[in-house]
C-alpha cells in the first residue's frame, strides 16, 4: 500500500508537465517516422468512403459498457453502437463498418497515421491532443466518481478521514484533494490493485472515470458510485486535420449533434448503465 504524502501531491504538476512533453515529442516522433517511411494506409476522404461503402473505426474491445465483446465475441457498447450509427446515417447500412480494435496507447496514432478513418475509443477532448487531431462534439460527458461497498458512505463528507485509492499519476488525485481535502489518499496502479484493496478494506472507496467503473458495477454489483461527480471530461470522436476531411467532420458533427438533440446518446448510455 503507497500513502501518497502532502509533499508528492505538490510535485505532481512538475512531474505531469514533464510527462506531457515526453509523450507530445513521442508522437510527433512517431509520426515522422511513419511519414518517411511511407507505412500503408487506410484512411480516406468522404467521397472515397462513400465509393468503397464502408468506414474503418477504431474502438475498444476490451472496455465496457464503451467497447466490449459479448459472450460469443461479438462486439458490443455505446461506442459500438455510435460506430454502427454513423454507419447507417452516412453509408445507408449499420453493417457499413470495419471495427478495429486499437489499445489505449494508439489511439491517436492510428489516426494520425491514417490507418483508420476516425476512432471512438474513449478518448477524452484536450487542447493538447487537438494540436494533433480534430475532435468531434462530445458523444458523452465523462468524469471522476468514486465507488464504494460501504453502506455507511453515502456523500462525499462521509469520506472524511477515510481512505480513498487513486490511480498513481492521474488528475483524479487533484481532484479528490480538492472535495476531500481531509481524505487519506493511497497510490494504486491498476483497476485490479484497487478492487484489492477495496476488497480486504484497506480502502473505503476508490476514484477514477465513470465509464470504467460503470462496466466495474456491472460485473460486481455489491459496488456502487457515489451520487457526486467530480470533474466532466468530454469524450469524443477523433477524426484527422486537414482540409480534404472538412465533409466527413462535418457530416460526423451534424449527427452527433442531432443524436444529441433528439435524446438517442442519452438514452444509450442509460442503457449501457452510465451516469
Known sequence: MQQISVSSFILYPLSFIRLRLVLSVT???LLFLTLVTGLPASAAEMPEIERRGYFNIAVKDNLRPLGFRDANGNLQ??????????????LGKA?????QPVANRDRLLVVLNHKVDFAIARVT??????RLVSFSVPYYFDGTYLITKDASIQQLR???????????HSNTIAQVRYYIPNAGL?????????????????????????????????????YRLLPTKLS??????????????????????????RYTVQGWLKQRAQYWGLP
Open 27 to 29: 508522437i510527433a516522433l
Open 77 to 90: 457498447g455505446l461506442e459500438i453502437e455510435l460506430a454502427q450509427r454513423l454507419a447507417a446515417d452516412l
Open 95 to 99: 453493417n457499413a463498418v470495419k471495427l
Open 125 to 130: 477532448a484536450t487542447e493538447s491532443r487537438a
Open 158 to 168: 462521509d469520506l472524511a478521514k477515510r481512505k480513498i485509492a487513486v490511480l498513481n
Open 186 to 222: 493511497v497510490g494504486v496502479n491498476s483497476y485490479q490493485e484497487a478492487q484489492e484493496q477495496l476488497e480486504n478494506n484497506q480502502v473505503t472507496a476508490f476514484a477514477a472515470d465513470a465509464s470504467v467503473l460503470s462496466g466495474w458495477l456491472q460485473q460486481y454489483p455489491q
Open 232 to 257: 466532466t471530461e468530454p469524450l469524443s470522436v477523433v477524426m484527422p486535420k486537414g482540409l480534404q476531411y472538412d465533409e466527413l467532420r462535418r457530416n460526423v458533427n451534424e449527427a452527433i449533434a
